[in-house]
């Protein structure tokens, strides 16, 4: 089970903190992303990171802004997101896998998503 929070109202500029916490079943983490899925649009790619390594990576529109972190023992994954702007708003998810696969797809297990909203 992927639990997600940490959404809210934010004014541009803003900053909010995402949390992902994997409970239950997770033995072996491979990768876990942050999604993102504006209303009216697919669902993006965001950030993900290789839980192994540390690798980070982050979709242009966010790099410089957004960081993605995570806690081992924990299970926890993060997402620092600074300098809001309002084509960030979105219903953000967490999601993992235990495969190995590329950094941006593939994922089995999805968190149910957190409200992200920045106005202008």
């Known amino acids: 089970q992927l639990q997600a929070s940490g959404g809210g109202l934010v004014q541009a500029g803003g900053s909010l903190r995402l949390s992902c916490a994997a409970s239950?079943?997770?033995?072996?983490?491979?990768?876990m992303a942050w999604f993102r899925q504006a209303p009216g649009k697919e669902r993006e790619f965001v950030s993900g990171i290789y839980w192994s390594t540390g690798n980070t990576y982050y979709v242009d529109s966010v790099k410089g802004r957004f960081t993605i972190s995570r806690d081992n023992a924990k299970k926890t994954l993060y997402l620092q997101l600074n300098s809001l702007k309002p084509e960030d708003t979105a219903v953000y998810y967490c999601?993992?896998?235990?495969?190995?696969?590329?950094?941006?797809?593939?994922?089995?297990?999805w968190g149910q998503g957190t409200q992200v909203t920045v106005s202008s």
């Open positions: 239950g079943r997770f033995f072996s983490i491979n990768a």
């Open positions: 999601a993992t896998r235990s495969v190995p696969g590329p950094i941006g797809s593939g994922y089995k297990y």
